[in-house]
């Protein structure tokens, strides 16, 4: 059984849903993950946000102006007067949900039941349509079958347990429709798998029912080796490996959730990213393979801050990296990049959050030094220990711009530069140039 996800613009006008089936084949037994119409979770946000805020006349405002929008697509959605009613109903019943929390305490879990209504309308609605035009379908509750343990992690097992019973009470149907992004917590209340967490539902339902393959449809055909945007002549990649997806995955190519990699890549559940404009377009593979001898892509990650510590201190000691690495710990803040010397550490965060803290611990060890602006650049291919040569390309690529941190060998498969964000088009045009 194949899982096919479809991401907000793909189903962000009554239009677009409608050409779903130029691509969704209701012969063939298959799972269909949507994500809200696009733009429907940042309202969502912003209503909830409103609502933490205690200011409710701007969260009945905001909630209003989103009911404008969906009265209107069901009025496009629909043909018959019958479907247009059920249509009606769906959208007054999730409406009224959020309205009728202006009367309750409001707290993060009822955050995050706001966040959810956009899945489950997106679904809803489609559900109907599919009614309309007579192509039967399933309507899964994601809320019975995805879950999250007590560290947030999804549940693959759980997966397994309850939604293959709920595939298997309908042997005669082919075409099941649910919801990305949300899930239940382990407390049972409504949670979601974070933003742009439908790609992870995805590859978690694929890893769940060892499906054949996952499909992910966008709007882009497939990953590109450069981004789009800012450099002209970018390729498709054809091929990727589980690890070099999820190295672009988290530096730059927004098209796929990074960690929606990891379940299918300990499944072996081969993952495709497909573009719903043009869908006989190759678009990206990522299986276990890697093609070898080859730089595939540079991907770009802004808004990072570096941070050196230098202590004399370091020299010759033990236990000094860990000790730095507890205070980012402590402050649950993640860390990119490293490079070392003798008697200093540089290293990389993307959230601040707690930099003013982190910095007056740091200082209880020596001097330190921020800087602000900074972009990774990331260059993923194969190079591996006994590769000669590709480092030398990318710095050859790269001679005229100042680089920061340098980062080789982490894996066998990525090189990093850190450089100033204002040197990132002109780097990221050089390296294309000289690359490919
Ligand atoms: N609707 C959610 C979001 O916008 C999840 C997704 O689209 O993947 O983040
Ligand atoms: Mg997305």
Redesign the pocket.
Known sequence: MKVLKF?GTSVGSPERMKRLLDIIDPAERQIVVL?AVSGTTNSLAEIGQAYLAGDKNKAAALIGALKVKYESFIGELFGKEEYLDQGREVIDYHFLLLNSLSNDLFTTIEEKLVLAQGELISTTLYYVYLKEIGVPSVLLPALDFMKIDEDNEPMVDYITEHLTPLLDKHPENKLFITQGYICRNSFGEIDNLRR?G??YTASLIGAGINSEEVQIW?DIDGMHNNDPRIVKGTQPIAQLSFDEAAELAYFGAKIL?PQSVFPAQKYKIPVRLLNTMDPHAPGTLITDTSEKDRIKSIAAKDGITAIKIQSSRMLLAHGFLRRVFEVFERYRTSIDMITTSEVAVSLTIDDTTYIEEIIAELLGFGSVDIDKNQTIICVVGDFGAEKHGYAARVLEAVKHIPLRMISYGGSDHNMSLLIKTKDKTEILRSLHNRLF
Do not use: C, L, R
Request: charged share 15%.
């Open positions: 991401g994500s742009g439908s790609d966008t959730h």
